[in-house]
């Protein structure tokens, strides 16, 4: 059974870091690309960062480029994402997803795997 976990959520002050990780069981991570998305209270599910399963491709939402980091260690099944220089606008939670076919989307509806989500809240 296919299955991502993310953690390393939660409370921090503005300008602060947190550092999420998305497991994965039941698959290879190297087959499939992964990418990081949020969703505030009452808005839309966004794409955050997308890597592509050989980490040659990545992008980001310019609402946070320069700020995240996205990385994966593929022999460990595990891919990052860490937040520097958090605002109070990125708290959301934060869900990762696979795709075995398309090749860093920021699209959610091309992802066939998500995880839970872990909340990121940044308030002082």
């Known amino acids: 059974q296919l299955q991502l976990v993310e953690s390393g959520g939660g409370l921090v002050q503005p300008g602060g870091s947190l550092r999420l990780s998305c497991v994965a069981s039941?698959?290879?991570?190297?087959?499939?690309?992964i990418a990081w998305f949020r969703q505030a209270p009452g808005k839309e599910r966004e794409g955050v960062s997308c890597i592509s399963n050989n980490q040659r491709r990545t992008n980001y939402a310019d609402t946070v480029r320069g700020r995240f980091t996205i990385s994966r260690e593929n022999a460990k099944n595990i891919a990052y994402l860490q937040m520097n220089n958090l605002k109070p606008e990125d708290t959301a939670v934060y869900y990762c997803?696979?795709?075995?076919?398309?090749?860093?989307?920021?699209?959610?509806?091309?992802?066939?795997?998500w995880g839970q989500g872990t909340q990121v809240t940044v308030s002082s």
């Open positions: 039941g698959f290879r991570m190297d087959y499939y690309h």
């Open positions: 997803a696979a795709s075995p076919t398309i090749e860093c989307s920021m699209w959610s509806a091309e992802y066939d795997y």
